[in-house]
C-alpha cells in the first residue's frame, strides 16, 4: 500500500512539474514573429526605445514576468498542438501621462477567444486563460481602441504557455536551406555601418553599394580577406528572413573557430531601430552558439538575446579571424524558422497550346521528384503539368513567401502558393495559364463564369477620373526630378525599386 501511495505521488508530483508555465519572456524566440507601433518588445519590461523599458505595472500592480507591446501590436507564437493553455494578466503600462486606451485580444488559430474591451491607465489588470488543446497558432493582438496611438504601452503580464505534457514537442528538421534564394556577399569588416546620411540628405555613391557578390569557381567560395587579414562572407536576401541556425561547409577540415563571429543587419535610420532599409542600419552580433562537426561550422542563433529581431533580417555574415588563412567554402546554409509542408499544384493553359515550353524555377520552396528536391523544372504546354511542393506555410507579414516562377517566350509571371491555399486557384489571364492546387476544387471553365462581367482593378482605376497620369503630374511632379533617376519606395515593407528617365525599373535595390 505504502508503494502504491509512493508511485501515485510520483506520477502526481511528475505531471506537476511537466506542466509548469512556460514563460514568453524566458522563451521570447517561440515568439515566430512581433511587430508594434512604436518601440520594441519589452522583455520582462515594459516597451520602450533608445532607454531601458520601464518596470512592468498595471494599475496598483507590479510583475516580474511578461511582455511589454505598443498598439497597434501583434505577436505570433507557433504551438504546434502542444499546450493546454494560455494565461496572462493584462492592462495598460502605467505611466505619468492620463493618455492612453488598448484593446486586448487572443486568437487561436483565427478564432477570438478573449476580448478585453478598452483598458485605460486606471483600470486593474484583466485575467486571460484561454485553451489550447491541439491549436496551432496564437495571436495576440493589440489596437489602440480608436483614438490613436499616444501613450498605448500595453503589458501582457505573466504570459505563459502550459505545456500539455501528454504530447511531445516535435524537434524541427533542418528544414529547405533559403540560402540558396539568398545572393553570397562581403562586407568590410571595419564597417559597421551602412548609410550615414540623414533622411533630408542625398545617399553618398559609395554607402550604396557597400556588398560584393562573392562568386563560386567550380563550385568553391575563397572567402575575401581585408586590409588585416580578416575574412568576411555572407549572405543578402530581398526580404526579411529570420533564421534558427547557419552552417560553413569548408572544402576540406574546418579550420579552429577562434575569433570567428556571426553578425546580422539590424535596419535602422537615423538612430532608431524601425524604418531602416538594405543601407540604412547596422552590423550587430547575432547571439548564438557555435560548434564544429566534420568540415562544417553550426551556428545556433539564440534569438533570447534579442527577441526584437522576430521579423528577421535581410543580411547576415560570418567574420574570419586572420589566422583562418584561405578558407574555402563549398556550401553555405542558412535555415529558417518556417514551417515547411508540401501540397499539389496544377498548372494547365487556357486553350490548346502544341510546341511551347516554359521554364519553372521555385523561389523559397522545392520541387518534390522521384529524383529528389528541386529548384527548376520545364513544362511541355500541351498538357498539363503537376507538382508537388514542398512550401513555407504563409505568415501575417508575408516576408517569407513560396512562389512558383513561370517564364514563357513572351514574358514570365510568378504565383504564390498561399494565394493557391486561399483562393482555390489563380488565372492569368495575360497568358492564358491557369493554376489551381492539386486536386483542382474549380475547373477553368467555372471559374471564367465566376468572373465574368467582373473587371480588374487597372480597370477600375483606369475609369476614375482623378486617377489619371495627367493629374498626378500635375499634382505631384517637382521639376528637378527630371535631372536623374528616381528612387521609389513602398511603405509597406521599404523595398526600393530606381525609375530611369528612360522609363527602366531596376527593381533589386
Known amino acids: 500500500m505504502r ?56 494599475g496598483d500592480s507590479n510583475y516580474a514576468k511578461g511582455i511589454g507591446t505598443h498598439a497597434p501590436g501583434e505577436m505570433l507564437v507557433e504551438l504546434d498542438g502542444g499546450y493546454t493553455a494560455f494565461k496572462a494578466s493584462v492592462g495598460l503600462q502605467w505611466q505619468d501621462s492620463e493618455a492612453g486606451s488598448v484593446v486586448f485580444k487572443a486568437l487561436v488559430d483565427g478564432r477570438e477567444l478573449f476580448n478585453s474591451g478598452v483598458m485605460r491607465k486606471h483600470d486593474p489588470a484583466k485575467p486571460v486563460n484561454i485553451s489550447l488543446a491541439g491549436a496551432g497558432e496564437l495571436r495576440l493582438v493589440v489596437t489602440d481602441a480608436g483614438d490613436g496611438m499616444i501613450c498605448d504601452c500595453a503589458n501582457w503580464a505573466d504570459a505563459a504557455l502550459i505545456p500539455d505534457p501528454s504530447v511531445a514537442r516535435p524537434v524541427p528538421d533542418e528544414g529547405v536551406d533559403i540560402a540558396q534564394f539568398a545572393r553570397v556577399q562581403t562586407w568590410d569588416p571595419a564597417r559597421m555601418d551602412g548609410a550615414r546620411n540623414s533622411r533630408t540628405e542625398e545617399f553618398k555613391a559609395e554607402d550604396l553599394f557597400l556588398g ?83 568540415n562544417r561550422w553550426l551556428y545556433d542563433i539564440d534569438w533570447k538575446g534579442n527577441p526584437n529581431a522576430g521579423s528577421g533580417t535581410l543580411k547576415i555574415r560570418w567574420i574570419l579571424a586572420a589566422s583562418a588563412a584561405d578558407v574555402k567554402l563549398t556550401k553555405l546554409s542558412a535555415y529558417s524558422d518556417s514551417r515547411w509542408t508540401t ?55 508575408k516576408n517569407d513567401r513560396t512562389v512558383i516562377r513561370i517564364k514563357l517566350p513572351n514574358g514570365g509571371f510568378g504565383v504564390a502558393v498561399d494565394d493557391l491555399l486561399v483562393n482555390d486557384c489563380v488565372y492569368v489571364k495575360d497568358f492564358g495559364i491557369f493554376a489551381t492546387r492539386g486536386p483542382a476544387p474549380v475547373t477553368l471553365a ?31 511632379h517637382r521639376p528637378e526630378a527630371n535631372l536623374g533617376p528616381t528612387l521609389l519606395s513602398l511603405a509597406c515593407d521599404n523595398h526600393k525599386f530606381l525609375q530611369r528617365r528612360t522609363g527602366e525599373i531596376d527593381f533589386e535595390q
Open 3 to 58: 508503494l502504491a501511495t509512493f508511485t501515485l505521488a510520483c506520477i502526481i508530483v511528475a505531471a506537476a512539474c511537466a506542466a509548469e508555465p512556460s514563460y514568453l519572456s524566458d522563451t521570447p524566440d517561440a515568439i515566430a514573429f512581433s511587430a508594434q507601433g512604436w518601440g520594441e518588445l519589452g522583455i520582462d519590461c515594459a516597451a520602450h526605445s533608445a532607454k531601458p523599458g520601464l518596470p512592468l505595472r498595471i
Open 212 to 294: 560584393t557578390e562573392v562568386a563560386p569557381l567550380d563550385g568553391v567560395y575563397t572567402v575575401p580577406k581585408y586590409k588585416d587579414g580578416t575574412g568576411c562572407v555572407g549572405m543578402e536576401w530581398l526580404e526579411r528572413r529570420r533564421v534558427r541556425r547557419l552552417a560553413l561547409t569548408f572544402q576540406s577540415a574546418a579550420p579552429p573557430a577562434d575569433g570567428a563571429q556571426v553578425q546580422y543587419w539590424v535596419m535602422a535610420n537615423a538612430g532608431v531601430t524601425k524604418g531602416g532599409s538594405t543601407w540604412q542600419g547596422r552590423w550587430e552580433p547575432l547571439p548564438g552558439r557555435l560548434s564544429a562537426e566534420g
Open 343 to 397: 501540397t499539389d499544384v496544377v498548372f494547365q493553359t487556357d486553350g490548346p497550346v502544341s510546341g511551347k515550353q516554359a521554364e519553372i524555377e521555385m523561389y523559397n520552396g522545392e520541387f518534390l521528384g522521384k529524383d529528389g528536391p528541386a529548384l527548376r523544372t520545364t513544362w511541355d504546354m500541351a498538357s498539363q503539368l503537376k507538382l508537388k511542393v514542398r512550401y513555407s506555410k504563409p505568415k501575417p507579414w
Open 446 to 476: 467555372q471559374y471564367k463564369k465566376s468572373i465574368a462581367g467582373r473587371k480588374t482593378i487597372l480597370e477600375q482605376v483606369r475609369e476614375m477620373p482623378d486617377q489619371t497620369l495627367e493629374q498626378a503630374i500635375k499634382s505631384l
